[in-house]
């Protein structure tokens, strides 16, 4: 009831904000930290209470998860307002543009259709505003800031296409692999354009060429056989993977 069944969604969460704070580490971005933690929380229980409140129903379970969708976002809150007033620099913009994508994610929620592909992508680039934020809240540039959360966004949409393939491949159904390789293709032109300008590392795009090439071995005939568990497993590695080339890239500058 509290916590979220789906594990994916940690890595989603916690990669922004753990480079938010390589950017820029403070008590502000640590606030805007744990406000992103309690609003990721709320996801699962208002998923319960919307999708009961679709069928028309008002089960015990309904009631306690409102409750818990209350108390986080009174921490959330609680957490950015603490954070507004030790920001160096405004950062409201970066969590008015994660609100569109985590409304779509939500309305699917409480169609009973968070399992698709589009919430699943969306759902991790709304997370992904944790980044400017916590950016923008300790002083950094803005083009830098943006570029980070496009970065993550470019790591995680082709992940989520990609782990959406290699299951169905595995299960012997259409896995829509050229799907899954152009966006990993498209990512990495993105990633160059953005270290062009100056707003994300050229280590940043070293990561999303090692993602395609285990995109490409992950959906070939050569892939190792895996459980779903242990695919979850490797792609959280594949996140802490680009986690650390992105943090050690901006930190070079």
Avoid: Q
């Amino acid at each position: 009831m509290a916590l979220p069944v789906e594990h994916g969604g940690w890595g989603f969460l916690l990669e922004p904000v753990v480079l938010g704070l390589v950017l820029a580490p403070g008590v502000a971005g640590v606030c805007l930290g744990l406000a992103a933690l309690a609003a990721f929380l709320i996801r699962h229980p208002l998923k319960l209470v919307l999708m009961d409140r679709r069928r028309g129903t008002w089960h015990p379970r309904t009631g306690l998860a409102l409750r818990f969708v209350l108390g986080y976002g009174a921490v959330a809150l609680a957490l950015a307002g603490a954070a507004w007033r030790l920001a160096e620099a405004p950062f409201w913009p970066a969590l008015l543009l994660g609100i569109p994508p985590a409304l779509v994610a939500l309305g699917y929620d409480a169609a009973g259709r968070s399992r698709e592909a589009l919430p699943e992508a969306t759902g991790a680039v709304a997370l992904g505003a944790s980044v400017t934020a916590i950016a923008l809240a300790g002083g950094v540039p803005a083009g830098p800031a943006h570029g980070a959360w496009a970065l993550l966004a470019l790591r995680a949409v082709p992940a989520v296409l990609f782990v959406r393939s290699r299951l169905r491949l595995d299960r012997g159904l259409p896995a829509g692999i050229p799907r899954s390789l152009a966006a990993h293709a498209l990512a990495i032109g993105a990633g160059a354009l953005l270290a062009l300008r100056g707003w994300g590392p050229w280590l940043g795009v070293l990561a999303l060429v090692l993602l395609l090439a285990r995109a490409a071995h992950g959906l070939s005939p050569r892939r190792p056989k895996l459980r779903p568990k242990d695919l979850g497993f490797r792609e959280l590695g594949w996140g802490l993977v680009t986690l650390l080339l992105l943090a050690v890239g901006y930190r070079l500058g």
